[in-house]
């Protein structure tokens, strides 16, 4: 299943995050034998107790909710959050950077779906936020890009055009905030029942958990 998705995620240079979340690290391990790298979790606890026993070269992203005052157990180590939802989350990243003396990338989540249970910001919360005062002091953490879930339907209408809306987000805000920075390039989006419409809107990243490792 593995190498089938990544055949079909080369067609478009799109990354693929093994959402190892629930799963052994034995199941981790096999698919880091068959060349995976980088593994998402949305469990701070269980995010920490893998990256203490896997191998170091694994590019660890996290990508639920995450709690501010969870943040500093995973800032030593984390290469990507994908889930910043507020200034708040933001600059408490940012402290934890600095202690560990590094430079953290994280996307900004944009909430896209229908559903009310789904965190994020409205494109309207982004702009406020990238603009501000506040925002431009925060010097240890790198806006690579943007984050979303679809609703969870089978209408598949509906999924693509929030994957559009998230993709036009991106492109705003690139225009408005980013234009001299390359590194504003990722659009996570895309999950086990929607990446293939997320890669045909524009994806860089998809993130995959259960049809990689079974049913949670
Ligand atoms: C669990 C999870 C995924 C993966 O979901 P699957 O449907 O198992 O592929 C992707 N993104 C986030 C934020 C998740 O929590």
Not at 116 to 143: C, H, M, P, W, Y
Not at 150 to 170: M, P, S, W, Y
Request: charge should be negative; charged fraction near 25%.
């Amino acid at each position: 299943m593995l190498q089938q998705i990544l055949a079909e995620l080369a067609e478009t240079n799109t990354r693929l995050v093994a959402v190892s979340k629930t799963k052994p690290v034995e199941q981790i391990l096999d698919m880091y034998h068959q060349g995976q790298r980088i593994f998402g979790e949305n469990r701070v606890q269980e995010l920490v107790e893998k990256q203490a026993t896997l191998p170091k070269d694994i590019e660890w992203h996290a990508i639920g909710h995450l709690q501010t005052n969870k943040v500093k157990y995973i800032c030593s180590f984390v290469s990507l959050i994908h889930s910043v939802d507020s200034l708040k989350l933001l600059r408490e990243i940012n402290k934890q950077a600095v202690r560990n003396e590094r430079v953290i990338d994280c996307l900004l989540q944009i909430k896209i779906a229908a559903e009310d249970s789904k965190f994020g910001l409205s494109q309207a919360d982004a702009k406020t936020l990238l603009g501000s005062e506040a925002f431009s002091q925060l010097q240890n953490v790198r806006i690579v890009g943007l984050m979303g879930m679809a609703t969870f339907t089978d209408n598949i209408d509906q999924v693509r055009g929030e994957f559009q809306h998230l993709k036009t987000c991106f492109e705003e805000l690139k225009t408005t905030f980013f234009s001299e920075q390359a590194d504003f390039k990722e659009i996570s989006m895309g999950m086990s029942g929607d990446y293939r419409i997320a890669q045909e809107e524009g994806s860089t990243m998809v993130r995959i958990g259960s049809l990689l490792f079974g049913a949670r």
